[in-house]
């Protein structure tokens, strides 16, 4: 079945980076873009960019104006995974890091905790 | 950005009862809006995308129609296990937003 299989939970000191992981499974993970959403705890959903396909094989991203030269989205097609890394970290990074697959965002990763404290 | 007002934020409801989840977007977006379903630590799970079509394994008692500024989600026969917010998000240009979420409570 399709899976999405996010790393585990991470903590961080403000100004380091993160990379999360996000590892597909059961279809062809060039036919469908990745999505990248996080959620403070006790907040909603907030939609940090997408890295997309065209041709089948170049990839392409767009970033949340907010996040415009902090994060950055990649992939290993040889591992069928994707990767989101976060710079400068501050406390307001705090958050569980979600990823979800294609425009339709189904299914999501189980999520990933990473927690900015000094 | 395109700007996503749910409401109501929350509500309460019954067993058995009719409910809609309203969703307005700061522009047409054409049908391009998903509807998303989030229980307590859990991954927000794909209800409806492209305004009305079910995913694959949703009850079909969930429902989406709407089109352009104005969409809803309704869920005809409540069940116990439909207490979870519920998020709505637009797909038509960049970036993606969401909605602010409608709490459910049964």
């Known amino acids: 079945q399709v899976q999405l299989v996010q790393s585990g939970a991470e903590v961080k000191r403000p100004g380091a980076s993160v990379k999360v992981s996000c590892k597909a499974s059961?279809?062809?993970?060039?036919?469908?873009?990745i999505g990248w959403v996080r959620q403070a705890p006790g907040q909603g959903l907030e939609w940090m960019g997408w890295m997309g396909w065209m041709n089948g094989y170049d990839a392409y991203t767009n970033y949340a104006q907010k996040f415009q030269g902090r994060v950055t989205m990649t992939t290993d097609t040889s591992t069928s995974t994707a990767y989101m890394e976060l710079r400068s970290l501050g406390s307001d990074d705090t958050a569980v890091y979600y990823c979800?697959?294609?425009?339709?965002?189904?299914?999501w990763g189980q999520g990933t905790l990473v927690t900015v404290s000094s | 950005d395109i700007q996503m007002t749910q409401s109501p934020s929350s509500l309460a409801a019954s067993v058995r009862d009719r409910v809609t989840i309203t969703c307005r977007a700061s522009?047409?977006?054409?049908?391009?809006l998903a509807w998303f379903q989030q229980k307590p630590g859990r991954a927000p799970k794909s209800l409806i995308y492209?305004?009305?079509t079910l995913q694959s394994g949703v009850p079909p008692r969930f429902s989406g129609s709407g089109s352009g500024t104005e969409f809803t989600l309704t869920i005809s026969s409540l069940q116990p296990e439909d207490s979870a917010t519920y998020y709505c998000q637009q797909f038509n240009s960049y970036p993606y937003t969401f909605g602010q979420g409608t709490k459910l409570e049964i």
């Open positions: 492209a305004a009305s």
């Open positions: 979800a697959r294609g425009a339709d965002s189904d299914p």
């Open positions: 059961g279809y062809i993970f060039t036919n469908y873009g």
């Open positions: 522009q047409d977006i054409g049908n391009d």
